[in-house]
């Protein structure tokens, strides 16, 4: 595997390595790599000729200078499992090299209010820092392919928006979350539960599920509410259980003539914010 921390550098490398000729997978992350991450480099390797991830921490999506101080950094046990897994390529970047003074890199485009809702309620100026920097990712690396999670659902529809809006030439792939056994969503914050709380955390998973049995005999408004009240145990503390159009992230008015339905929700477990999402009603 080829690590490179200098734009130029891997820069240098994708021109004599491709010249034009090689469909190349990117998987972005900011590190504490798991299952979920190393699923999107598997699938990445599976229809590429190069895959390339990053390991980023980027500064621009925290809300607050502690959770940035917070997020776990293990980068030697991150090489060693994007080794074993086969990743050709891996940028590790300094913040200097995503965001060099010298250099406009932010991203003004209208949202269309796919920003403001769940996450961006919550986290005014998230994804703002989020298009800005995968931008300029794909800016560096001109993959073929951009590979994201399912769990970070909100995320993914604003990069599909962004690549639409600005007619980007790279094909978003959306691959399934990756789960533990209880149904909580594999995450680098995992790190920062306890034994318990991940035992007790699977009731995410049992309420997103329970949404979708119920989907056709419940009003929108019924579903959320109960499960606000579910997700409500000791220690636990849900901002938001959201049924939205999962072309809009608008909230479901009508289930019938929506054809694509997806629970979206954040629950704080401790000090520990966990998201997770299911895909209730599937356009498809």
Same mark, same amino acid.
């Given at each position: 595997?080829f ?6 550098d891997l820069r240098?490398f994708?021109q004599q390595k ?5 469909d ?7 590190g ?12 990445s390797?599976s ?8 390991i ?7 809300? *607050?200078a502690? =959770?940035l *101080? ?5 980068t030697? !046990?991150?090489i060693?499992?994007?080794?074993k897994?086969g990743?050709?390529v891996?940028?590790?970047?300094h913040?200097?090299e995503?965001?060099?003074s010298?250099l =406009?890199? !932010?991203?003004?485009?209208? %949202?269309?209010?796919?920003?403001t809702? %769940?996450e961006g ?10 298009? *800005?920097?995968? !931008?300029?990712?794909l800016?560096?690396?001109s ?9 970070d ?5 604003i ?7 600005l ?13 533990a056994e ?12 306890t ?13 997103l599920s329970?949404?979708g049995?119920?989907l ?6 019924t ?14 503390k ?15 008015k =009508?289930?019938?003539n929506? =054809?694509?339905?997806?629970?979206c929700?954040a629950?704080?477990a401790?000090?520990?914010?966990l998201i997770?999402n %299911? ?6």
């Open positions: 595997m690590i490179f921390k200098k734009t130029e240098n994708l491709n010249n034009g000729t090689r190349i997978g990117f998987v972005p992350t900011m504490a790599l798991h299952e979920g991450h190393l699923s999107l480099i598997r699938m390797k229809s590429n000729s190069l895959c390339i991830c990053s980023f921490v980027n500064p621009t999506q925290f809300n *607050q502690a =959770d *101080q917070k997020y776990p950094r293990t030697s !046990k991150d060693a499992l994007l080794a897994v990743c050709d891996l940028f590790l970047p913040e200097s995503i965001y060099p010298d =406009d890199t !932010k991203v003004e485009i209208a %949202m269309n209010g796919l920003d809702v %769940m309620e919550f986290r005014p100026g998230h994804f703002a820092g989020v298009i *800005q920097v995968v !931008k300029r990712l800016d560096i690396t993959p073929s392919h951009l590979y994201m999670g399912q769990k659902f909100q995320q993914f529809s990069i599909k928006h962004m690549i639409r809006t007619d980007l030439p790279v094909n978003l792939v959306m691959a399934p979350t990756v789960r209880n149904g909580l969503a594999k995450s680098s914050r995992n790190e920062r539960l034994a318990e709380q991940k035992e007790q955390a699977g009731i995410i998973y049992k309420t329970a949404a049995d119920v056709l005999r419940k009003s929108v408004d579903i959320e509410a109960d499960a606000i009240k579910t997700l409500s145990i000791p220690g636990f849900p901002e938001y259980f959201d049924i939205v159009d999962g072309n809009t992230l608008q909230p479901v =009508d289930v019938l929506t =054809d694509w339905i997806v629970a929700t629950v704080w401790g000090d520990v914010r997770d %299911m895909i209730l009603k599937d356009e498809g």
